[in-house]
């Protein structure tokens, strides 16, 4: 099943968060038309491990706040490992030195811009992006963050209702750097002879998973309120 990487999902629900109702006419994920145009090759098509697309677009829309050169500076100085390379106004820059060179695609890049995240594991870390224009907030440059977890298990799936029947709406493809928002108990999941009826809700993927997929000891975790 394709899909796009869990980095980028966590970048589109954070950018959808700041800037409601903004212009998307220019947004993309999965390759449209043009991208799959000459069967070039394109992150916007899945080709990193189980279909997973590693490319996004987001429209300018300085309107209502959206300057994609602004979020596009804004990501170099970030030096985000996520990062392989991000095209705006007719220049790319790529993760080998992270400076702005002349773009020449055919498609200039003025009315989106567009960002690939590296092949690798790193691509489906779902933790936020800390970037100003975002309300800054990611991060705080390391030590132990209030509501950080890390998940365990593979292909662990997030879903809309802590229910094990509710719609997947990502997929963990291994152990990842998470934010939990709050906990709530759900369905009950088993595996490994361990049982845990309490769900985790995870705001920058939109859904929940359960605690047992969460790497901690505790069944209800500590310092994480109830949804
Ligand atoms: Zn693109």
């Known amino acids: 099943m394709t899909r796009v990487a869990n980095s980028l999902e966590t970048l589109l629900h954070q950018i959808n968060a700041r800037f409601p109702g903004r212009n998307i006419a220019s947004d993309g994920g999965v390759g449209d038309a043009a991208h799959q145009a000459k069967g070039k090759a394109s992150d916007h098509n899945p080709w990193y491990g189980p279909g997973i697309v590693t490319a996004r677009d987001f429209t300018h829309d300085p309107t209502h706040g959206l300057n994609i050169q602004e979020i596009a500076d804004q990501l170099l100085a970030s030096r985000d490992p996520r990062i392989k390379y991000v095209i705006a106004n007719g220049r790319i820059a790529t993760n080998r030195d992270w400076q702005w060179a002349p773009y020449d695609g055919a498609n200039p890049h003025d009315k989106h811009f567009h960002i690939s995240v590296v092949a690798d594991p790193r691509c489906d870390e779902a933790h936020p ?99």
Do not use: K
């Not at 705080?140 to 029947?165: I, L, S, Y």
């Not at 998470?178 to 709530?184: D, F, H, I, L, S």
């Open 129 to 227: 992006w800390n970037l100003p224009i975002l309300g800054g907030g990611g991060g705080n440059g390391g030590g132990t963050e209030p509501g950080m977890f890390v998940t365990c298990g593979t292909g662990v799936n997030v879903r809309a209702e802590p229910r094990q029947d509710a719609p997947v709406v990502a997929v963990l493809a291994g152990p990842t750097r998470v934010r939990v928002g709050c906990q709530t108990l759900g369905g009950t999941v088993e595996t490994a002879g361990r049982n845990n009826a309490a769900w985790s809700h995870l705001p920058d993927l939109g859904g929940y998973i359960s605690n047992i997929f969460i790497d901690h000891p505790a069944a209800w975790l500590p310092d994480v309120g109830e949804c």
